[in-house]
């Protein structure tokens, strides 16, 4: 539920989306946690019980950090991580909810998000950039080239086959090239291959951007925190000083804030992100 104290805020940020020229969407976890992708409680419970009782682990991290014995049983964590996190549909429509949000709006998403939540709801994918990385997504561990591999197949035979928290020998991913052990596409340090598509994606938005320096821009930040701000929230902030014109809003349960030096052009709201799309449908009609 809104509080509130935030329904202004709410009519305000439903004016601003209306009256943008562009809106430049910025996601963190937030969104998707807001969404449901949730990696403790009864969610990690329900996919990695036997994992937690073995090792200890209350949360879907903690295992994805732990230096397994053996590659065997290090693809079964990482491929019910993958499975749930990727290719099952998120819990709720958060995201179908933000797309009919921004219906008929000159728009581009930069995430930090890596579940694809945003193509499976439906966004074009020529207006997305998600730089850090796809759980769907496979690369050398060396690397030794910069291409990416597609995994739904092979996780779901990772899923289906394994027994005794470890999956069978032969399906253990190497790679096609140097046969070394493959590793997931995710900015955890400089072994990170940026492909083709991922370049193709950091131009395109590179181009919004530049196209969009001046005039009646939103820069709406979803439940981005503090590990990354340097992706999202400071260039954000940065262009909005920038532009007097443009527009800062900040919707994050529990980490709402915008600087003192564009405060006057922001709009913050403390609030669930999903709550506040839901309230957001009732102004604007969708």
Same mark, same amino acid.
């Given at each position: ?12 940020? !439903? ?27 009864? $969610?990690? &419970? +329900?996919?990695?019980? #036997?994992?937690? &009782? ?7 991290? !903690?295992?994805?950090?732990? @230096?397994?014995?053996? @590659? ?7 491929? +019910?991580?993958?499975?749930?996190? +990727? ?15 921004? !219906? ?22 020529? +207006?997305?950039?998600?730089? &850090? ?28 086959? &394994? $027994? ?9 991913? $190497? ?5 070394? @052990?493959?590793?997931?596409?995710? $900015? ?31 820069? =709406? ?13 400071? @260039? ?16 994050? =349960? ?17 609030? #669930? ?6 309230? =957001? ?6």
């Amino acid at each position: 539920m809104i509080d509130h104290n935030d329904e202004s805020n709410v009519a305000r940020l !439903a004016a601003a989306i209306s009256a943008a020229d562009a809106v430049v969407v910025g996601a963190g976890a937030g969104l998707s946690t807001s969404a449901g992708f949730t990696y403790g409680g009864e $969610r990690f &419970q +329900r996919y990695f019980v #036997d994992f937690a &009782q073995k090792y200890g682990f209350s949360d879907m991290y !903690a295992g994805g950090f732990y @230096p397994y014995s053996s @590659p065997e049983e290090h693809w079964a964590y990482w491929s +019910r991580y993958i499975w749930c996190n +990727r290719y099952e549909d998120a819990p709720k429509s958060t995201y179908e909810k933000l797309l009919r949000a921004l !219906a008929g709006k000159d728009f581009f998403v930069l995430t930090t998000n890596v579940d694809h939540c945003f193509q499976k709801a439906g966004f074009p994918k020529e +207006r997305l950039f998600y730089t &850090q990385g796809d759980y769907g997504l496979w690369q050398c561990s060396v690397p030794c080239h910069d291409s990416t591999y597609g995994n739904y197949e092979a996780v779901k035979r990772m899923v289906e086959e &394994q $027994r005794n928290m470890c999956v069978p020998s032969d399906l253990v991913p $190497r790679c096609p090239k140097c046969g070394e @052990p493959m590793s997931m596409n995710l $900015r955890a340090d400089d072994t990170f291959v940026e492909d083709a598509g991922w370049h193709e994606a950091a131009h395109r938005y590179a181009d919004y951007l530049r196209s969009h320096e001046q005039g009646s821009v939103l820069y =709406l930040e979803l439940g981005v925190g503090m590990n990354t701000p340097v992706i999202i929230k400071y @260039p954000f902030w940065r262009r909005v000083l920038a532009n007097p014109q443009a527009t800062y809003a900040c919707v994050n =349960l529990g980490e709402a804030y915008a600087p003192p030096e564009i405060r006057c052009r922001s709009i913050v709201l403390n609030a #669930d992100i999903d709550d506040v799309l839901e309230e =957001l449908a009732s102004h604007m009609g969708f």
